[in-house]
């Protein structure tokens, strides 16, 4: 493999490693956005809680939705750039690597988790 197909390698694998974590980091916050928010409601007696899951459920979309598109396009970068045979772009494609998984699956859980909680969730509050 020559050199300039390393150095690119490199650099697909360290964008999908960064837009991961960056995702991951979107999603991590939605959580505590909603354990605030969570917090508020019951200190102030207003529905915080309830417009935390309309966050939750945005991000969560948004999350899958940018994950997936960034990965068909590194993954057409590198079938365009030769770096991947067909057939190995199409293992890729089929079994993504673990930490996207990881995170698409936490995207469609807080996506759904969010709708929850933005449709019940100053029914939540007052059971509790």
Known sequence: MAMDQVRIRRSLYAGL???VFRF???IAVAWLFALF??????KTNADWFT?????????????TFRLAHFY???LATALKEGLVS?????????????PHV????????????GTGIW????LLVRLI
């Open 51 to 63: 417009r935390s899951g309309a966050v939750m459920g945005l991000s969560g979309a948004a999350v």
């Open 72 to 74: 068909q396009r590194a």
């Open 24 to 26: 991951g980091l979107l």
């Open 102 to 113: 990881v995170l698409s699956y936490l995207g469609y859980l807080t996506g759904i988790v």
């Open 86 to 98: 067909v057939q190995r772009g199409i293992e890729l494609g089929l079994e993504p690597p673990r």
């Open 37 to 42: 928010s969570y917090y508020l409601s019951m």
């Open 17 to 19: 490693h960064r837009t």
């Open 119 to 122: 449709g019940y969730g100053d």
